[in-house]
């Protein structure tokens, strides 16, 4: 007997089976949509950066760069990182290629892999997968506004009620000199550990993240951020609010909402979710106008958000909300022998170019396999063509759910086939191989 097989996917990732897969895509192609609807262009970037583009942008004090890093060394003596954000990438590219010389705002999306070597726990992974998007180069408050707006649709477009938009204005560095000054005395007079001391030190906003309660509690009389804002601050941040009101967005101050970031100035924001423990935040966001410089650009304000796909997926779990009939198949063709799997092949691939979701059974199953296989596939109609119904010139076109099956000449399946999906489904549009429905 052979051994148990042995080789796992590391800690702290995992992998997305059927029917989940369809679900996962679904989800991204939501995200997708509703970003690219607002003007959003796509951006790929590549899943490796220079070390340098996450310590600079991101900021050498947060978890994610101080201890979250999959960094290395290549052969060739390159300190390259894998990108535990996307922001700083995009910033980078962005840069290097002069988008920024072009029409501003520079508004870009994008779609993949990130990678932290966080403690893994329920919604927290060392590999996980963001929608993000950026609109770089305007600091207008209409973009923060629009990309806020923009993900709560996709998260109410999803079918999830229980998303609540969390805000805050963090100013900038004409204001925030004053705040950090402040807060600092004030956490000087806490009883704090010595590493939350050190991080008072190096960060003091940072300590208003912290998530203990024996913190939480000596933080009531906090100063707030939002009480040191300059004028054209607080008039940017009025204005996002304005404009989320307008459109009908709800949301809830969250003054002592920092993020894990360094580059974020003005408008911050999370999206959370109550059915998801201590990890509930589904996405998160807000204006970077410092990044650039910090990267070695010009200044170029900025603002985005990422969504996470995987605490997306739990979110719906918890909500209980199924996203796909889970339908990959159409149709399942079933050859009943192998004399007829060349004409069964030639159908499916028909079908397929047709933009049918098509398969049939392979093997040379005998019939009893073939329509085990077909009732497996979950497709809502199968073929089913033995050696008379060839020699005949026909086909059967069953439907699963009934039963009932009727011939059809093999010349017309195709049309038969629509229209049995469009009875099931409602008229559909279907992407045909090379060319118009
Ligand atoms: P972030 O808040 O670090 O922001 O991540 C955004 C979202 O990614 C989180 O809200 C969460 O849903 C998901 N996420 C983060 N870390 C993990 C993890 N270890 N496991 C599972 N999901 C995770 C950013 O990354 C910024 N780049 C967002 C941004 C874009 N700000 C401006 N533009």
């Avoid at 991204?28 to 310590?55: C, H, K, N, Q, W």
């Avoid at 092949?345 to 077909?374: H, I, Q, S, Y």
């Avoid at 073929?383 to 009934?402: F, H, Y």
Wanted: hydrophobic share 40%; glycine share 10%; proline share 5%.
């Amino acid at each position: 007997m052979a051994d148990e097989f042995s080789l796992k996917a590391p800690k702290g990732t995992f992998d997305t089976l059927p029917p989940e897969g369809e679900a996962l895509l679904q989800v991204r192609t939501s995200m997708a949509e509703g970003i690219a609807r607002a003007g959003y262009a796509y951006i790929e970037t590549p899943v490796l950066e220079d070390t340098a583009v996450f310590v600079r942008g991101v900021g050498e004090s947060t978890d994610v760069v101080s201890k979250e890093m999959y960094s290395f060394t290549t052969k060739g003596g390159d300190d390259v990182t894998l990108r535990p954000e996307g922001t700083a990438a995009v910033m980078r590219a962005v840069l290097e290629h002069s988008l920024h010389k072009g029409a501003l705002p520079v508004k870009l999306w994008y779609s993949g892999s990130f990678f932290r070597y966080e403690r893994p726990q329920a919604g927290r992974y060392r590999h996980f997968s963001q929608v993000g998007a950026e609109a770089i180069g305007s600091d207008d408050p209409a973009l923060d506004a629009e990309l806020i707006a923009t993900a709560m649709d996709v998260f109410t477009t999803l079918g999830l009620t229980r998303v609540k938009l969390l805000l805050n204005c963090l100013g900038d560095h004409n204001d925030r000199p004053a705040y950090r000054a402040a807060l600092a005395s004030y956490l000087d007079g806490l009883d704090l550990d010595a590493p939350t001391r050190e991080r008072a030190k190096v960060n003091p906003l940072r300590v208003l993240d912290d998530k203990r309660p024996e913190v939480q509690e000596q933080l009531a009389g906090v100063p707030l951020v939002t009480d040191y804002l300059s004028a054209d601050n607080r008039a940017h941040y009025d204005t996002v609010r304005e404009l989320l009101s307008r459109c009908g967005v709800q949301w809830e101050e969250s003054p002592k909402l920092v993020r894990g970031l360094d580059y974020y100035t003005r408008t911050a924001f999370e999206f959370v979710h109550d059915g998801l423990g201590a990890q509930s935040a589904v996405g998160g966001g807000g204006r970077y106008d410092g990044l650039s410089a910090s990267l070695g650009g010009p200044d170029l304000p900025a603002v985005g958000w990422a969504l996470g796909v995987d605490r997306t997926m739990l979110a719906l779990r918890a909500e209980g909300v199924r996203l796909v009939g889970a339908r990959t198949l159409d149709v399942f063709v079933v050859p009943l022998g192998e004399s007829v799997a060349t004409a069964a092949f030639e159908l499916v691939t028909l079908l397929r170019r047709a933009g049918v979701r098509a398969d049939m059974a392979v093997d040379g199953r005998g019939a009893k396999g073939a329509m085990k296989a077909a009732n497996r596939s979950a497709a809502p109609l199968a073929i089913v063509m033995g050696d008379r119904d060839v020699a005949a010139g026909e086909v059967q076109l069953k439907d699963m759910a009934t039963g009932d099956q009727t011939a059809v000449p093999r010349e017309s399946i195709l049309s038969a086939v629509l229209a049995a999906l469009d009875e099931l489904d409602g008229p559909t549009p279907r992407r045909p191989v090379g060319g118009s429905a």
